[in-house]
């Protein structure tokens, strides 16, 4: 086991970090920015480094710093947490070259999986469902006509040399498909001066499933079931839930079973996660992997209980997977929402500030991982997710039930939070039926913003 | 902040048309407003000794920490631009590059900070006349460490 590890990151993830130190007995040591001087995760660990300015570009995702920092220290390894480095190749790389431990798989793995073409590749290579999709550019109304036969309707016209949503037309049928084709062409080749397009099957409704995979440097790799992160906004989770009210147990077993394969494929070490977007009718497709611990790590720990974290590091140091993830089974529900401090009400308009008073929630069944505390200032310059409460029950309706008591007990005074909207989606009739794919939060504010036109419900 | 410090924060807000200015550090607070006449009005909270709704035990960690707990009105230090081992002279041999009563200027080489196995040369950037040396040779330092006192000319 290593006697010291370094934590390249900050906020409520380093702190997560530090105490899977502490409980394996390796000392931690923290880095942080000037805006970070009082946070919780520099208090916590036994040695703190200042590495820079408060700007992420001056500080956290200053390798040669954080490279120093770990020089000075002495530690035997980096954990990246998630987002700063953490699916840098290089950074991973020059870990390596200094004889310091990267806590995750190798940059090759980054690199690999981090290129989603590649991936798509690789997945396909494997056997793995990817959206299906025209092998390249479609030249002619005929070989539109036979790529969408061959994927099924409805289909999605892009523009290969596309973005911003231009030279994108749906088809759910040969008309509107020759109509489509021809009138992406011209909007593409106006806005980038490229008639060409491509092909991809459309899934309406889709439900963003990702699998948690563990893997050891002996080759065993296990996947730890799956969390459905369909609750999103804009593409960023605001909720996420294991299992997933939509999977069964052969479904599960299908597409862990595929996630394997695929870690397999690129000899994968240490955690990662598998996202696959499926439709109402179970159909799966792959999307992409992330080669890091992810934020919603704790809803997998709660259901499976393991600890992913703190594995993550035995596995670093060479352990092999431990008894804990032998014959894994979901043995209760688990609900994540995430506190973020923004006005949801507002346009989502950060909300950076002192936190007066704070009173998190606690009794049976709840967890929260966070790095705030009464009289804490908030920083402007990182993300705003300021902790994570989770629900634990022995069925979903248990966990749905712990989670509306938390969410109604928590107070976080002197800046907005997006607890209220959790409140709503709580309290939502088709969520707690389990009935929601990605556009249920947006479906839900349009529907507030209908029916809510002069009042401000705080 | 000393009045100076203050002076000129006042002054740069006369010339941008600003009317509220606000700076916390630490423990330190300041707030400057302007009223409608465009009389500046400040508030400058002493430090207080802790936190009102922190729980006990969060006091600042031991090792290798700099915390800046009360405003200090004193001589400028030169602080370190980065994280590595601190070295006063070009060789174990040689004499300092700076020591008490040392005169430099902005391309004074005055210590040496090795990070990642190079030597990085840091240089005064000001001039003044050393009062200080705070940094110890072979020690560890972190960013924004004070290395030198210095009285500036």
Known sequence: ?458 | MDLKEIKTVIDLMTKNGLTEFELEKGQFKIRICKDGQGTPQYTMQAPVPTIAHAPTYLQPSPAAHVADSAPKISLPSINSPMVGTFYGSPSPDSSPYAVVGTQVNEESVICIIEAMKVMNEIKAEMSGIITEVLGESGKPVEFGQPLFRIKPL
């Open chain 1, 1 to 458: 086991m290593f006697e010291k590890v370094l934590i390249a990151n900050r906020g409520e993830i380093a702190l997560r970090i530090i105490r899977a130190c502490k409980e394996l007995g390796v000392h931690s040591v923290a880095v942080y920015s000037e805006a970070d001087q009082d946070s919780l995760h520099v208090q916590l660990a036994d040695e703190a480094i200042c590495i820079g300015k408060a700007p992420s570009n001056e500080s956290y995702l200053k390798i040669d710093r954080i490279i120093s920092a770990a020089e000075i220290a002495d530690v035997d390894a980096i954990h990246p947490g998630y987002g700063f480095l953490s699916e840098k190749a290089h950074f991973a790389e020059v870990c390596e070259s200094c004889h310091i431990k990267f806590i995750g798989p190798s940059a090759d793995s980054i690199r690999r999986m981090g290129d989603k073409a590649i991936a798509r590749d690789t997945a396909r290579k494997a056997g793995v469902p990817i959206t299906p999709g025209s092998d390249g550019p479609v030249e002619t109304e005929q070989e539109a006509i036979r790529v969408a036969k061959k994927i099924g309707y409805p289909v999605m016209i892009k523009a290969v040399a596309g973005g911003g949503g231009k030279g994108m037309r749906p088809a759910h049928n040969d008309v509107s498909l020759v109509q489509g084709f021809h009138a992406a062409r011209m909007e593409a080749e106006k806005a980038f001066g490229n008639p060409s397009v491509y092909m991809e099957k459309l899934i309406i409704n889709p439900h963003h499933i990702e699998f948690q995979i563990m893997a050891d440097t002996k080759g065993k790799i296990v996947h730890v079931g799956e969390r459905d992160c369909s609750i999103q906004r804009r593409n960023q989770k605001l909720l996420e839930e294991s299992p997933s009210p939509l999977l069964t147990a052969d479904l599960r077993k299908k597409m862990g079973r595929a996630a394997i394969k695929l870690a397999e494929s690129v000899n994968y070490v240490n955690a990662g996660t598998l996202e696959f977007l499926m439709d109402d009718a179970g159909n799966y497709y792959f999307m992409e992997m992330n080669t890091r611990i992810q934020v919603e790590h704790p809803v997998t720990e709660e259901v499976y209980g393991v600890d992913l974290v703190k594995e993550q590091i035995r596995i670093a140091a060479g352990e092999p997977l431990g008894k804990d993830f032998d014959d894994l089974k979901p043995l209760r529900h688990a609900i994540e929402f995430r506190v973020n401090a923004e006005d949801p009400f507002n346009n989502f308009q950060p909300s950076p500030g002192k936190i007066d008073l704070y009173y998190a929630p606690g009794g049976h069944g709840i967890r929260v991982d966070s790095h705030v505390y009464g009289g804490y200032s908030i920083p402007p310059y990182y993300d705003s997710m300021i902790g994570k409460i989770i629900a634990i029950g022995r069925d979903r309706k248990t966990a749905l039930d712990r989670m509306t008591r938390a969410l109604d007990e928590t107070i976080i005074r002197g800046i907005r939070t997006t607890i209220p909207l959790g409140q709503l989606i709580l309290k939502d009739v088709e969520f707690r039926r389990g009935k929601y794919s990605t556009s249920f939060v947006q479906n839900l504010m349009d529907q507030r913003a209908q029916l809510m036109p002069q009042y401000d419900l705080k």
